[in-house]
């Protein structure tokens, strides 16, 4: 089992920037792909950015590229999402996620955080 709490949510305005944490213990992660989703109102969820823990390969969606950056620090267990620049459609309930493969798709990954809530708004 993997356990994953989020972190580092809030109000920003238009422009500013946030970072999330996403603090995991369990099982070892060294063979595990780490995940950013985030679910809008309204809207199903969707993949943000993703990581391999081992190697630190990343890849983000067409929305957020340069934008956001995905991290981690392996002695700490503990993902990061810079995100700069926020815009109000980047509102949403931010979750990290692990999965076995390289994919973004919801279903392939296992283990999920409890989110937490990112607003953009003036």
């Known amino acids: 089992q993997v356990q994953l709490v989020e972190s580092g949510g809030g109000l920003v305005q238009p422009g500013g920037s946030l970072r999330l944490s996403c603090a995991a213990s369990g099982r070892t992660l060294s063979t595990y792909v780490m995940g950013w989703f985030r679910q809008a109102i309204g809207k199903e969820r969707e993949f943000v950015a993703r990581?391999?823990?081992?190697?630190?390969?990343?890849s983000y969606a067409d929305s957020v590229k340069g934008r956001f950056t995905i991290s981690n620090d392996k002695a700490k267990n503990t993902m990061y999402l810079q995100m700069n620049s926020l815009q109000p459609e980047d509102t949403a309930v931010y979750y990290c996620?692990?999965?076995?493969?390289?994919?973004?798709?919801?279903?392939?990954?296992?283990?999920w955080g409890q989110g937490t809530q990112v607003t953009v708004s003036s």
């Open positions: 996620a692990a999965g076995r493969g390289w994919t973004i798709q919801v279903n392939d990954y296992h283990y």
């Open positions: 990581i391999t823990w081992s190697g630190g390969v990343t």
